[in-house]
């Protein structure tokens, strides 16, 4: 206490009340984890033929319960499953995959105290319990200074957030990191950057087994001019992605520079062909992402001119989808 104040406070009782608060949580989100694979049980129980019938309503409600349990990552999880008995076809093997990533994620929460903390910590960012950035930026051994190339920043919709998603890129540390930002309300996301710049600046990763978010610290100087990273080819993206997942089961895409890639379209002949990125050199290629803009894509094909180009984007099991390319040495966001 401040001298004068007429109040003695008791040593620690701000960090017991929020160890308490901290214990009540996790209790919260194993009873909600509890309650969900109870519900898993069921649905498998019953089969999956009717799930395409009984609509989404039942899992919003579950999803919101999650929120109640403060389990936002189980809500986000459960939403997405939910969208997926009307998905189109092929539906029953996603609906399955989905189911399973979740048990996995559930069965991981309710026995934390015997994983590896790495792994421990990847399970709570997962299931939405998030460390404090002020105390992550506050630890000097864990900050890297680098100057980070600025590679895409795409915003999306999850719930009633915005959020925004920055991919940058080490220039001599060589690592990924992707920083997010949040808006509510419909208000955009606070944090921005120049894209294809390259800033430098303090980050500080999050605890992980495959650490990529990281937390913007201190900002040097004034963004510069940026530059094409090295990139690799598709047999590299592929294994990145691979060594990753191992580390993260729930991990849907992995940062990628791809160098000398050309993008094929489909054929014309072939009605269910899709795009491609193909290595120019190797015989490898990646189907690149459903859902990803044609308008995008065609663009692409025509900064290429047919020949081989450095695409950025993110390697998953979905595919690759590409977000920027590089017109000689200008970045062009896709």
Known sequence: DREGSGRSARPGTGSEGARKRAEQRAQR????????EQRLADLLRGG?????????????????????AQAPGL??????????PSSGRGWPERLLSECA???????????????PEPLAATVRARVGLTVDTAELLADEASRIRDHWLVLAQRDGEEGRLTVRRIWLWGRDSGRPALLLSFGAGGRAPELALPVGASVEADLAFYPGASPLRAALGERHGVPEAGWVPPGGTVEDALAAYGAALCEDPWLDGWPAVLRD????????????SDWQVADAEQDAA????????????WKLLAISGGGPLT?????GHRGFAPYATWNGTDMVPL
């Open 261 to 272: 890639v050309v993008p094929v379209p489909p054929a014309e002949q072939d009605a269910g």
């Open 75 to 84: 809500a986000s999880r459960i939403r997405e499953l939910g969208t997926v």
């Open 29 to 36: 989100i194993a009873a909600g984890a509890t309650e969900l």
């Open 311 to 315: 695409v950025f984007g993110e390697c």
């Open 101 to 115: 990533l979740l048990h996995l994620l559930d069965q991981g929460f309710l026995g934390l105290e015997v994983l």
């Open 286 to 297: 990646l189907p690149v992402t459903s859902g990803t803009d044609s308008t995008a894509l």
């Open 48 to 68: 999956l033929a009717g799930a395409d019938q009984a609509g989404y309503a039942a899992w919003d409600e579950m999803a919101a319960r999650m929120v109640d």
